[in-house]
Structures are given as C-alpha cells and as structure tokens.
C-alpha cells in the first residue's frame, strides 16, 4: 500500500531564505506527483506536477524534483516570502489518477 | 483557469439529517472526485466518477453515496449524518488525458460540515 511522507510537519523561516521542503513515498510505480498549496481553510491550489518520466518542473521561484527509484521529492521556494506562509501538501497518484497525500508541511515565513 | 465551485463553504445540520453537497466544473473534465480532510488523518479519497453515471468507491466511501447526472457536476450525499462526518469536504477534478501521467487535478474552495 503506497504511503507518502512530509518532513518536516513545520517549518519557521526567516523572510528571504531558500528552503527545501521533502516528501517521499513507498512504491516507485507511480504516474505523476503533484504539488498543492493549501490556506487556512480554504482549498488546495495546484503548484507543479511533474510526470513519471520527468526530474523536475520549475514554475517561478519553485522548482520541484522527483527522483522514483529512490521514492523521493522535493519542493525548493527561492528567496521566501511571507505570503509563502501556508500548508505545503505533496501526493502521488496510481493508476486511475487517485491521489495518495501526504500530511503537509506547515511553512511559516517571519517578516 | 480551471474552476472548481462547491455549493456551500459552510454548512451546519443535524444528526440524522439527508445531506447534499453539491460540487460543479467548468472544464469538460472527465474525472471528478471527492474527499474529506482531516487534523491528522490528512486528505482522503471518499469517491470518484470517470464518466456521467459512473462511480467507483474510494477508501473510506461508508455512510456517503454520490450522483453524477451530467459531466460538470458531481454530488456528494450523507443519507444520515453522523456526528463523525463533521469534517472539510474537497471536490476535485481532472482531465483525462488516455494516460495518467497527464492527470493534474484541480480542487474547490472546500466545504466545512458541522454535524451536531
């Protein structure tokens, strides 16, 4: 059964920094991992998907990497911004286009 | 843009109560699904639809059905609300590209049930 994982749970960084943010997941057959951004109650909102065959997909000041031998990606956030500030939600989807997530990162990005 | 809407971003019923929540697409998607998010439990798939009239159960679909009459719109029923479906409610949909890989999905800005 495929299980996915975000380390850390929460994250507090300081305005202007460049941080990683990490997922892994335990099956390698996977077709895509996508990505989302999710506020305070409110929905979640697409970042990046990056296909099977793909390493990495870049979109502004994020850029994600996918390496599925090893099960693992990461999300990288250049040059940090408070309005950053949110829960970070990494999934992966098997065939049928199910999505598998993982519990979140909590970013905080102090002014 | 894609756009995801969901009838209610909150709504408060009663147990026992015959529950309607109401998930609409504007992006002739052919996949539509719904989960639940939980302190946690994270996000969890409840069920989803590949087509008009097709439904597939998903990992925890107890206690909840769904219709999907026409493709842009897809429902999501409590037949007897329990206190233990208080939860947010998240619709999502995707296109169906043929292949998976392709498959991004787009979420709604969510549906926060209280069941008393």
């Given at each position: 059964?495929?299980?996915?994982?975000?380390?850390?749970?929460?994250?507090?960084?300081?305005?202007?920094?460049?941080?990683?943010?990490n997922?892994?997941?335990?099956?390698?057959?996977?077709?895509?991992?996508?990505?989302?951004?999710q506020?305070?109650?409110?929905?979640?909102?697409?970042?990046?998907?990056?296909?099977?065959?793909?390493?990495?997909?870049?979109?502004?000041?994020?850029?994600?990497?996918?390496?599925?031998?090893?099960?693992?990606?990461?999300?990288?956030?250049?040059?940090?911004q408070?309005?950053?500030?949110?829960?970070?939600?990494?999934?992966?989807?098997?065939?049928?286009g199910?999505?598998?997530?993982?519990?979140?990162?909590?970013?905080?990005?102090?002014? | 843009?894609?756009?995801?809407?969901?009838?209610?971003r909150?709504?408060?019923?009663?147990?026992?109560?015959?529950?309607?929540?109401?998930?609409?697409?504007?992006?002739?998607?052919?996949?539509?699904?719904?989960?639940?998010?939980?302190?946690?439990?994270?996000?969890?798939?409840?069920?989803?639809?590949?087509d008009?009239?097709?439904?597939?159960k998903?990992?925890?679909?107890?206690?909840?059905?769904?219709?999907?009459?026409?493709?842009?719109?897809?429902?999501?029923?409590?037949?007897?609300?329990?206190?233990?479906?208080?939860?947010?409610?998240?619709?999502?949909?995707?296109f169906?590209?043929g292949?998976?890989?392709?498959?991004?999905?787009?979420?709604?800005?969510?549906?926060?049930?209280?069941?008393?």
């Amino acid at each position: 059964k495929q299980e996915v994982t975000q380390i850390p749970a929460a994250l507090s960084v300081p305005e202007g920094e460049n941080l990683v943010l990490n997922c892994s997941f335990t099956d390698s057959a996977i077709y895509n991992l996508q990505w989302f951004r999710q506020d305070p109650g409110k929905g979640l909102t697409s970042l990046l998907l990056i296909q099977s065959s793909q390493r990495e997909q870049t979109s502004g000041r994020l850029n994600a990497s996918l390496d599925k031998s090893s099960g693992r990606s990461t999300l990288y956030i250049a040059a940090s911004q408070p309005g950053d500030s949110a829960t970070y939600l990494c999934a992966v989807s098997n065939q049928g286009g199910k999505l598998i997530f993982g519990q979140g990162t909590e970013l905080s990005v102090k002014p | 843009d894609v756009k995801v809407t969901q009838s209610s971003r909150y709504l408060v019923k009663r147990t026992g109560e015959k529950v309607f929540l109401e998930c609409v697409q504007d992006m002739d998607h052919e996949n539509m699904f719904w989960y639940r998010q939980d302190p946690g439990l994270g996000l969890r798939l409840i069920y989803f639809s590949y087509d008009v009239k097709m439904k597939e159960k998903g990992d925890i679909p107890e206690g909840y059905s769904v219709s999907r009459e026409k493709k842009e719109r897809f429902s999501l029923i409590l037949e007897s609300a329990s206190t233990n479906q208080t939860s947010m409610y998240l619709c999502a949909s995707s296109f169906d590209s043929g292949t998976s890989a392709y498959n991004e999905q787009f979420f709604g800005p969510g549906t926060r049930l209280t069941v008393l």
